[in-house]
């Protein structure tokens, strides 16, 4: 059975689905403080209505696409918080819920207007993060994990199980930083034929993940799965998108999802942003990653509804003329 493609709508009519940009490190500037290892998560539990209100801004900014707040939502998570499996379960689906709140509001709200024309009604998508995510010590950006696919598949399902409940719209397997992992969780969604995904890996350079491993190997994974819908990069130095994507493209027919980070570089020791060093405005070569294959669009950590406008304006007009 071959998924059902959510974006192929926005795929036959647009240049690019826009997806949103950077959850947690907004919530932070907005003044949340996700000094914690649920990170953005936590405020599932402590202030729903700011991950809510994010949600809203970015649709309203030009997204087609929201990514839930459960990157860093897990069980084992939630238990080191005294939660239980059933208040944690319903936590994870909460942030589906809110998404699709946030959603529905914008889109009731746009049918008095003459932008509605313009628009489809956006997509929920429940963000899959890595198990690097989780253990919060950045090994999200090594790859490092010395465990075997069997804990990481046992570790994967459960949260992924939990989230479909919730029925997004697809889900994003995202920041996914080796091979390992990347091919348990295509072994996984095959599972679920039901449950389109897009999987992107980051990235340390213009040709490797961040374990070390070949994107290009990587992006092969997607090939063989009728689930996954697209394939590509995120949380990754804008720098280096071009590259990865035009070595993609030569892998696979899949479209490809492209949304780096600012290009400011995470210090884990530090617990602090390096600067991005003289590399230009982040939407600058957004065209260019269209052009290089790119079909998914949208920002990763540092990015923010501002971006995302900059995006939709340089993508989406583009689309609408050339459909002249």
């Given at each position: 059975m071959t998924t059902d493609d959510p974006l192929q709508?926005?795929?036959t009519d647009q240049l690019a689905v826009i997806l949103d940009g950077g959850l947690a490190t907004e919530l932070e500037r907005r003044g949340a403080d996700l000094r914690d290892e649920l990170w953005s998560a936590r405020l599932l539990i402590e202030d729903p209505e700011l991950?809510?209100?994010l949600h809203l801004d970015y649709f309203l900014a030009g997204a087609d696409v929201a990514v839930s707040a459960s990157y860093q939502a897990s069980f084992e998570g939630f238990a080191r918080r005294g939660l239980g499996r059933k208040e944690s379960a319903a936590l994870l689906q909460s942030s589906v819920r809110i998404a699709r709140e946030a959603r529905d509001q914008f889109w009731g709200e746009l049918r008095d207007t003459a932008e509605i024309a313009h628009r489809k009604r956006p997509l929920v998508a429940a963000s899959i993060g890595s198990y690097g995510a989780y253990l919060a010590d950045g090994s999200e950006y090594r790859?490092?994990?010395?465990v075997s696919n069997r804990e990481l598949s046992d570790w994967h399902r459960p949260r992924l199980e939990a989230l479909l409940v919730a029925k997004p719209d697809l889900l994003a397997c995202e920041?996914?930083?080796c091979l390992q992992e990347g091919e348990v969780i295509v072994d996984l969604l095959d599972e679920y034929r039901d449950a389109p995904a897009w999987l992107s890996f980051s990235c340390r350079?213009?040709?490797s993940v961040c374990s070390g491993e070949s994107f290009d190997a990587c992006v092969e994974l997607a090939n063989g799965s009728n689930a996954i819908v697209a394939v590509g990069l995120n949380c990754t130095a804008p720098r280096y998108a071009e590259q990865l994507l035009r070595s993609a493209r030569k892998v696979t027919d899949k479209p490809l999802v492209c949304y780096p980070n600012s290009g400011e570089t995470w210090d884990s020791p530090s617990n602090t942003w390096i600067p991005n060093l003289g590399n230009g405005k982040f939407t600058d070569r957004a065209i260019i990653w269209n052009t290089s294959g790119a079909r998914?669009?949208?920002?990763?950590?540092?990015?923010?509804p501002n971006d995302?406008?900059?995006?939709?304006?340089?993508?989406v007009p583009i689309a609408s003329q050339e459909s002249l």
């Open positions: 709508p926005f795929l991950i809510r209100q790859g490092d994990y010395n920041t996914i930083p350079d213009g040709v998914l669009i949208g920002g990763c950590c540092r990015t923010s995302i406008r900059a995006l939709a304006a340089l993508l």
